[in-house]
């Protein structure tokens, strides 16, 4: 490789990525060695040592004293990814809760905090400087895990793009500059924060992303999440990658018309989904204070229950199969209130699905609908984008 | 480069990319010179002028006599994409009729054959049979004008995946391995077709890469196309690429429902959008007796023709907004038999999706809405689709 005139710049370009896929392959495994690394990555056992090295002097690896044989090779020192450092701060800020998370780069909630409020009574930056103050006490416990933030994710109910929220109807944003509110908030509470990276998407994109990193999905990488809040949020998963559309505004499963001449929606539509099968509408419809109670008298028969989880499900249905019979993916995820409701929104789910959709693969027995996993959520999600950020790129989150 | 070791089959890799590279370069530009190419690809000129032999020699390309000066450098003679030698095999079969195409490498249509006929009268291995007999006439005329197919691709109005058309209700087909029923009959007619590569799939996601290679949509990659025919044909192109789901079944835009309690359609489902908006239903609800006499009736202002449009550009909207959420398309091109009917559909349509598209970029001003370019349909897709595949590897197609 005597080539003199090589830019330096490619050198430290390959040496980043390969930073980077060692940090990625530890994380996969949870615990390895270098051995197993260096046969995953294909590079050579001295590669491996000195890039592993400085994966450790920064602090993203740790060693721990034990020792592992594997099958080939004499035993090594197990490898894991550090459970204090650069860590992820997920923000998610819903119509009647914010909830923030810190994970660390093991993949583990080390903070977790959620305040209930009423987020419409306040306006945008109100709201945006109380996430913030909840995320300036979250950050002063994950110091004292000695984690510090590599960065931070909004999860926002509604469309985003550019940093900006640029409409959410169920909180009445329009246009508002979520990163810079929350950012000018956050560093105003905690200096220390000055220049952190702030990213920003809708809930349900992140919701997504949490589901198909958790690992909980198996093989599937193309699907439908939607989310049951106040709202129903949706994201579409096309091979393993998130469809953002033209302006990144696409996923709005919840706008889908179930019935053109129906109510009105704060959208400015009629008859959408979420007018059938959102949080509230369910709730109004059940005669139920909240989803618990809802659970509760579905439980134990309650016929007007039953009766509004039934069309509640219908209704998911309907939309659904307009929406399978457009994307056709392997499988539709359930998340946010649906995962508790599912026995009784089933049946007629299920029927909908299977008399509506045209290629016949989704009869209810397919097992293609399915609970999220309660291991995810939106704030998770958020924070899992972050760390996702770092194990690309593990040298631009380095410590100074 | 002094590398022994370095396998022969890389650099031949090389030369055929570089072969495909220069092809495109000179098929897109139309007309153009060794100079232009070489500036365009970033080749030296001696390489330029190597690759451009070798396809002059394959018959890909041609070198008219006249000369061109460009702004830099010496005049060259002009090179050209051949009009003789490879050419795609286009046939698309629908309910009412099938269609042959012969495109040559310059993207001109040199044979075009329709035949109205009743696909739903016979069975498909008849239907099959005979577009391959129309093919066959159709490659008897080509050959007297040069060109040869490179390959065929059918277009169908079903979901096909496989080879296979897996169901198409409006033609009432199951599991009809048309490829493999296609290529043995016009084997049978005409034997030098054996070996001829056959591809298939649905006739809608044919149209859209028609419509996206055509050029006419300027900057626009991420797409809704639909086709109005029997049945309404959809296709989704998001980022320049077909997005075709985890079966290869999405698109299906004809199946969502727009009115849940509706009409029973061919598919099992009721109230979708075909029922409202597909060629049957909108002449029968006109009372007119072909689509030529729609729009008579409509300019001559017949009431009964009036509504039956508006209702159907009702259902259009209604659908198109349920997609447009979903996929947050940059524009909704429609073709097939909704060019010529689109002053009467578009106003309830447009104000649809006004009112029901969550993002408000789908306002009635905001030129979202096309009809297909006169230029395209699904039998010139199925054409380009095989003459892409020509350019992406020339020497594949070349003449033994």
């Known amino acids: 490789m005597n080539q003199p005139t090589e830019p330096k710049a490619d050198k430290s370009g390959v040496r980043r990525h390969n930073l980077s896929l060692v940090l990625r392959t530890v994380h996969d495994a949870g615990e390895t060695t270098r051995a197993a690394v260096a046969a995953r990555v294909g590079l050579t056992r001295p590669a491996i040592s000195s890039l592993v090295e400085q994966l450790l002097d920064l602090g993203f690896l740790v060693e721990s004293g034990k020792t592992f044989s594997g099958q080939a090779g004499r ?16 923000v998610e800020i819903n119509v009647d809760y914010v909830t923030v998370r810190v994970v660390d780069l093991t993949g583990t909630d080390r903070v977790h905090r959620t305040e209930h409020l009423d987020n419409r009574a ?47 109807p169920n909180l009445g944003w329009n246009e508002v500059p979520a990163e810079a509110h929350f950012g000018k908030a956050l560093t105003a509470l905690r200096p220390a924060t000055a220049g952190l990276p702030v990213t920003s998407d809708n809930e349900a994109n992140m919701a997504a992303l949490a589901e198909l990193w958790s690992g909980s ?31 990144g505004f696409a996923g709005e499963i919840g706008h889908l018309v179930v019935d053109a001449e129906g109510p009105r929606c704060r959208c400015g539509s009629r008859g959408c989904l979420e007018q059938y099968a959102g949080q509230a509408a369910l709730l109004a419809s059940a005669g139920a204070a909240d989803v618990r109670d809802l659970a509760g008298r579905a439980e134990a028969g309650e016929p007007r229950a039953l009766t509004a989880l039934a069309e509640a499900g219908r209704m998911l249905g309907r939309a659904l199969s307009g929406a399978v019979n457009l994307l056709d993916p392997e499988a539709v995820v359930l998340g946010g209130i649906y995962p508790q409701l599912l026995p009784w929104l089933t049946p007629a789910l299920a029927d909908e699905l299977s008399a509506r959709v045209v290629s016949g693969l989704w009869t209810p027995d397919a097992g293609r609908l399915r609970p999220a996993s309660t291991a995810t959520d939106a704030s998770r999600g958020a924070a899992a984008l972050v760390l996702h950020d770092v194990l690309a790129d593990p040298l631009t989150y380095a410590p100074q």
């Open 75 to 90: 035993p090594g020192t197990v490898l894991k990814p550090a459970d204090t450092g650069p860590a992820g701060l997920g």
């Open 122 to 168: 306040a306006d945008a930056a109100g709201v945006l400087a109380r996430a913030a103050g909840i995320a300036a006490e979250a950050l002063d416990e994950a110091a004292g895990l000695r984690l510090a933030p590599a960065g931070a994710a909004l999860a926002l109910p509604g469309l985003v793009s550019g940093g900006t929220v640029r409409q959410a």
């Open 217 to 247: 999905l198996g093989a599937v990488r193309t699907f439908l999440h939607l989310t049951g809040e106040i709202g129903v949020g949706g994201a579409i998963v096309v091979h393993g990658e998130l469809l953002r559309g033209a302006h």
